[in-house]
T-cell receptor, first 114, second 114 residues
């Protein structure tokens, strides 16, 4: 596709459940980023992939959060035992390479934990 | 203190005004500077991207970087109601120094009224 695609656009889940959020980056982009944005705040870095490997996962808040990118394209952010504090918009961005930081964002997945 | 500081606003201006949006930062390793526009319930959209100090112009938008003061600006000329959005600054380092993962400000809400 022409841009970064994220699915689902909205997700409501019960506290304690497991969720998966998907990101389909721009074709040919090797760098992929996950961010989390709370209301009234800027995007907060979670994890960065270069190809298939997680080059930097220092932003993941705890071990309930995990992300994969097995074939160097689509990425999935996985959250176990969700908590109400996980409610936020989860944004994915991609760029041509980690050196070129013109990062292009998807529309985000709005996660609500009830 | 956050690495990137940005006044959340809101900034309210009449149509046709010149708008000045600003960010300050503390990390001297930042080399790449970006401005994103984010409409309500949408993902951030890249507006301007500059490397190191200086000015860059694109249509009604001008980005300025003053690395000596650790201060960046975005100017919008002849502002339109359609410019009403949240403007996010972001910055990153280079392979030679500092992380090249974009760090964001919290965004400034701009309202352009007819």
């Amino acid at each position: 596709g022409a841009g970064v695609s994220q699915t689902p656009s909205n997700k409501v889940t019960e506290k304690g459940k497991y969720v998966e959020l998907r990101c389909d980056p721009i074709s040919g982009h090797t760098a992929l980023y996950w961010y989390r944005q709370s209301l009234g705040q800027g995007p907060e870095f979670l994890i960065y992939f270069q190809g298939t490997g997680a080059a930097d996962d220092s932003g993941l808040p705890n071990d309930r959060f995990f992300a994969v990118r097995p074939e160097g394209s689509v990425s999935t952010l996985k959250i176990q035992r969700t908590e109400r504090g996980d409610s936020a918009v989860y944004l994915c961005a991609s760029s041509l390479s980690g050196i070129n930081t013109e990062a292009f964002f998807g529309q985000g997945t709005r996660l609500t934990v009830v | 203190q956050k690495e990137v500081e940005q006044d959340p606003g809101p900034l309210s201006v009449p149509e046709g005004a010149i708008v000045s949006l600003n960010c300050t930062y503390s990390n001297s390793a930042f080399q790449y500077f970006m401005w994103y526009r984010q409409y309500s319930r949408k993902g951030p959209e890249l507006l301007m991207y500059t490397y190191s100090s200086g000015n860059k112009e694109d249509g009604r938008f001008t980005a300025q970087v003053d690395k000596s003061s650790k201060y960046i600006s975005l100017f919008i000329r002849d502002s339109q109601p359609s410019d009403s959005a949240t403007y996010l600054c972001a910055m990153s380092g280079s392979p030679g120094g500092g992380s090249y993962i974009p760090t964001f400000g919290r965004g400034t809400s701009l309202i352009v009224h007819p």
